[in-house]
């Protein structure tokens, strides 16, 4: 058998074909005679014949697709109390508490943690006041820890519907203290903080 591969790619017995029978090309590469180890049968080692009862296709490098690719795990922004000394929480703790002073959850507390902390009746706020239908459902104000400063702040939710600290109407930032009291709808909360001049999660041991 004389073995060809014309310029197209495709290989095809030269002594049985005068042109290519896949593609007609007649200038054909020069006799190549190719052969094979059959390393996986019963007689390692024996050399097989090319089998032509079948077209061949040339071979093609294969590119996997973006999604088959897999990547470092990509850089991701956690809290600044994160991927500290072994020993310390790997989430956000405990900056401090609103305390329901008033309405359908009195008497209990929510936890704060460092950043925004979204106060709404919707289920995955921060501050979950199911049920409570004077408050908005997502947003209806924001509390704030800064813990470079370490400091709490108030701001307006996305919603329309006002809120207030101390009995003042929140309009833009405000900067809050111990014990001040939000009012929203029919609820109060009042803020007790953890994190304040005597101790924050950032000061070394």
């Not at 020069?30 to 040339?58: A, C, L, Y």
Request: hydrophobic share 30%; with cysteine; proline share 6%.
């Amino acid at each position: 058998m004389n073995l060809t591969k014309c310029n197209n790619g495709h290989f095809y017995d030269k002594d049985t074909y005068a042109s290519c029978p896949h593609c007609g090309a007649t200038n054909a590469e020069p006799n190549q005679t190719f052969s094979f180890v059959n390393n996986g049968g019963s007689e390692p080692g024996k050399t097989m014949g090319w089998d032509i009862s079948q077209p061949v296709e040339p071979m093609v490098d294969v590119i996997p697709s973006d999604e088959d690719m897999v990547y470092p795990e990509e850089s991701k922004t956690i809290s600044i109390y994160q991927n500290r000394k072994v020993g310390t929480p790997q989430k956000s703790p405990t900056v401090g508490w609103l305390v329901c002073t008033k309405g359908k959850f009195y008497g209990q507390d929510f936890r704060l943690k460092s950043g925004r902390n979204f106060i709404g009746r919707g289920t995955d706020m921060d501050v979950c006041l199911t049920g409570e239908n004077t408050v908005s459902r997502d947003r209806h104000a924001t509390i704030i820890h800064e813990p470079k400063q370490n400091v709490f702040m108030a701001q307006p939710g996305e919603s329309r519907e006002l809120f207030y600290v101390n009995g003042e109407v929140v309009l833009s930032s405000v900067q809050l203290k111990k014990n001040d009291v939000l009012q929203m709808g029919d609820v109060q909360l009042m803020l007790v903080p953890c994190c304040d001049s005597e101790f924050n999660w950032n000061q070394e041991d």
